[in-house]
């Protein structure tokens, strides 16, 4: 028996593939990296005390971390989608909107462009399709 010869991946083609899934943001290294202070300053809000600082002054809190003005304008509209695209982690954003007085299917259902109710029964109907456009280039 002959032993297959392995192919070599492009690291790069492989990580961009996910970049056409439509509708989806894949949190890979790069936005890990990308997305450092943007998390850090989410991760701040476990403390009682940055909440407080954060709710008196969002705008000035905000100038405290190493962030990008596109991060820090996301943050701001609280866009979830501009934050992930900034590198945002949904689990640290969490903090985020729970500092908010937000839900997590809040978060989810803002990010799909449905109110926290149609996401919610969304979920309970079994979720999205599996049918329909799996490519931003159109393919199935």
Known sequence: MTEKKKERINIHEYLAEFEDIP????????????????NQFAMSLMKAENRERFKADEKAYLDEWDLTDAAKQAVLDRDYNAMIDE??????????????????????????????????????????????????????
Not at 23 to 38: E, I, M, S
């Open 87 to 140: 590198g945002g982690n949904v689990y640290y954003l969490s903090k985020l909107f729970s500092t908010d007085g937000k839900s997590f299917q809040f978060a989810a259902g803002s990010m799909t462009g449905m109110t926290q109710e149609e996401y919610a029964q969304m979920m309970i109907n079994g979720g999205r399709s599996p049918e329909g456009v799996r490519s931003k280039k159109g393919g199935y």
């Open 23 to 38: 509708g989806t943001r894949v949190f890979t290294a790069q936005r890990a990296r990308k997305g450092y202070w943007l």
